[in-house]
């Protein structure tokens, strides 16, 4: 069993070096902590693929490397051929770290063979990836790089021990080539790779194997330096305006003005007055054009309707001039707006009120300036730009796959908004350079109108508590997005979440 706290640490290769150098400063033996480590591992080799009864035995290719990550894959091997299986190790390397050579020649001497060539290794059932850990530091080249992508063909699962071998245990980065892993079990700590979108595809199932680092040597080389979190269930859960306070009404459960929708994106409307249902806010007023009205009373019977002349395209043409922001405690805007309603987000950038702005409310700031107005404000701004979008607003800032978390914090600082970069991993930055990974969610979610929702949401939610809790509402929205997301792709298969599916499973994740 995990300490459910290890869960939220996220270390970069350098800071998981440096913590376990202290414990080993500390006094506890390298190979100590290898073989504690590694027996974790087999353990859960164990139960994963257990012994077949039928069968006498289950053939195991072991792939070591000469780092500590081999040594690590050497103790796997023995405790496996001491409980029966078959195991074969492939290891092309003729030196190794001297704990690593240690493990091989026992390893030879109880009869394990030992092979330089992958072919041998063919026909196993199951593969153990114990090549490079955290220590890969340049371009995996041949002859392991073509060993790996021949293991990769034979279509058989392959557990990684700490990462998949070949990606950059920060950016998730392939070097050259890298293992396509159908389990990695991450040891001690999350390393930030696994929140990565680019090594996605090549993790597999994951499962951090925890290993009782002490906390006060996390604490002590993290401390304050450690910006990047990820964000968990129990904390996630937390945000939730749950339980509800027993004497309360209506308008003390927030009101949300709720800005979206044109006669050309009329279904991101509804869907973002759905997201924001879910949230369970007390009050939702809805702008929209004219001609939507109608569609939206059916769709949203509960929601108020302040219906706005529009362009002869269909787009909001202004506010209704009586219109009153602080009858609401948070605005959001932006889903199927068009690009047409400029006024309209400069007067809301205006308001003093808590603004989430989205979609085309995001390409209409991007022609403003973000970093010179958003400064300005006298209420915090969230900002959700998938890559596109948030290249439109911050063009300087580059960014590719490997240092979105880099770009987010530095748009966050720059803008003094909270960022949430979409993505398969979405990342929320504050300003104060703090960064929130969401570990857990399903590219079920890749779907038009799925933002819509988010947008929803997260305004329902943060129209519900004091401007002080906003990144903790943040965090839970987009935690629940994805989990309504993952359960609905359970139940109904990844193609079945079309957004209007999505709002239906908002209430039953968290009855689940
Ligand atoms: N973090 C911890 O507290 C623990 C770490 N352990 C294991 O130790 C691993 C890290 O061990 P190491 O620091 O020895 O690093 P690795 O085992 O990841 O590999 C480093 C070795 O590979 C070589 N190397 C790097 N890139 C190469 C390339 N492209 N081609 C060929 N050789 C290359 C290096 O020169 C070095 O010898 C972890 O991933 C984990 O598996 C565990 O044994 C015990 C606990
Ligand atoms: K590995």
Redesign the pocket.
Known sequence: MNRPEIEQFIVTAEQ?RAI?NRVFDAGMPVAA??EK?ATLVARRIQALYPLPKSANTLSVGVLV????????ALVVARELHFRGYEVIIYCPFTKL?ELTQHHANYAASLGIPIYQEIDFLQNCALFVDGL??????????DPVATAIALVNTWGKPILS??IPSGLHTDTGAV?GTAISATHTFC??LWKLAFLQDQALEYLGQVELVDFDLPLADIEAVLGNFSKVHRIVTEQAKSGLPLPRPPAVHKYKLGHLLLICGSRQYTGAAILAGLGARGSGVGMLSMVVPQSLKLLLNRHLPEALVIDCPETESGAIAHLPPEIDFSAYQAIACGPGLTMQPMLLVKQILDSDRPLLLDADALNILAQIDPRQILPQRSAPTILTPHPGEFLRLFPDLIMDLSNRIAAGQSAAQQSGAIVVLKGARVAIAEPDGNIYINPDSTPALARGGSGDVLTGLMGGLIAQVNPENLIAQVQTAVWWHAQAGILAAKERTELGVDAFTLTQYLIPALQA
Do not use: Q, S, W
Not at 65 to 72: C, K, M, Q, Y
Not at 132 to 141: N, Q, S
């Open positions: 998981m376990e902590l290898m480590v490397g000469p780092g500590h990550n081999g040594g690590d770290k490079f850990g955290f220590g890969l530091e340049r371009a995996i080249k021990i700490d070097l040891l001690g």
